[in-house]
């Protein structure tokens, strides 16, 4: 087994690695060899933390020439336009072996670790954000992963643990008529996506967003026919009463006339999760994936 800096020669079996794990996340995704050379190098596609981005590092293990374990790793700056949360933090974005394979992800991780140490930043994260849809964290389907980074002093007390769901356009009814007298529909340009506002008295009572392009303008043909929901509320005043239905089912029908078949929404797994459920239920949406983020270690723990 060989431990070395990951060479483009690598990016075939890479991918294998990496849309291996992709798959038992997210049904049919994957993530072109172009794109994964892409994020390697250039993660300014993430326009929040992209640019608070000073050093990247990616590390391969490779038995008998094959790849079977593999590590990428960000160092952040220290300077003030970076989030207290990252300033002058490494992280390991992720980690990924073959479950066959424990010792070649062991040693890959043990590298990029040592990694972080060099760099002296004051925290250390571990994730497992790969450029594809719906895939961040470390996955309840990667129980090998989370092994090694806890192996590693990697500690989960404080994180965070998100439930993925995902379904099908077509399984989601049509609006139909507005539930209350006076209410009218609005759509507009919103911050992730299209947003459509429930709209009553000139007043929005009601929205929700959804980005229908998750390849990113092409970049990512992986995710061609996802779409996602998000920011979706209701006044509160204005609830069980048929608004944010009529808004998630208008909000489909425009998806599916771009051509969107499947989609995605995120829950937090907190008090609310049942009620969540209950509601993403009405449109098809069940969970396929149950995340946890958050991740990390104190320096010198090697």
């Known amino acids: 087994m060989e431990v070395r800096p990951f060479a483009r020669r690598d990016r075939e079996q890479l991918a294998r690695l990496v849309n291996a794990h992709v798959a038992v996340v997210l049904p049919g995704a994957y993530v072109p060899p172009a794109t994964l ?10 326009y929040i933390i992209g640019p608070w981005v000073t050093d990247l590092a990616t590390f391969v293990a490779t038995e008998r020439d094959r790849v079977v374990a593999a590590a990428h790793l960000r160092r952040y700056g220290d300077d003030a336009r970076v989030s207290d949360s990252y300033r002058d933090v490494g992280e390991v974005v992720w980690l990924l072996c073959w479950p066959n394979h424990l010792d070649a992800g062991r040693a890959v991780l043990d590298t990029a670790t040592g990694q972080l140490e060099s760099w002296g930043v004051r925290e250390h994260y571990a994730n497992g954000t790969l450029p594809c849809p719906a895939v961040y964290g470390v996955s309840d389907s990667w129980p090998h992963v989370r092994a090694l980074y806890e192996e590693a002093g990697f500690d989960a007390g404080d994180a965070h643990v998100e439930v993925v769901l995902a379904g099908l356009t077509a399984g989601v009814d049509p609006p139909g008529p507005a539930p209350i007298a006076g209410l009218s ?118």
């Open 37 to 46: 050379l892409n994020d390697l190098e250039h993660p300014l596609g993430e």
């Open 185 to 302: 529909l609005r759509r507009r340009l919103g911050t992730l996506g299209t947003a459509f506002d429930a709209v009553l008295d000139g007043e929005a009572v009601g929205m929700v967003e959804v980005d229908d392009d998750l390849t990113r303008g092409g970049t990512n043909l992986g995710a061609v026919g996802w779409a996602d929901v998000c920011n979706h509320r209701v006044r509160e005043d204005m609830r069980r009463q048929g608004i944010g239905s009529w808004l998630v089912r208008s909000a489909v029908e425009w998806l599916r006339l771009g051509g969107a078949s499947r989609l995605l929404a995120y829950a937090s797994e907190d008090e609310h999760l049942a009620d969540t459920m209950r509601y993403a239920a009405r449109f098809g949406l069940h969970p396929v994936n149950r995340t946890t983020r958050g991740f990390d270690r104190t320096p010198g723990r090697n």
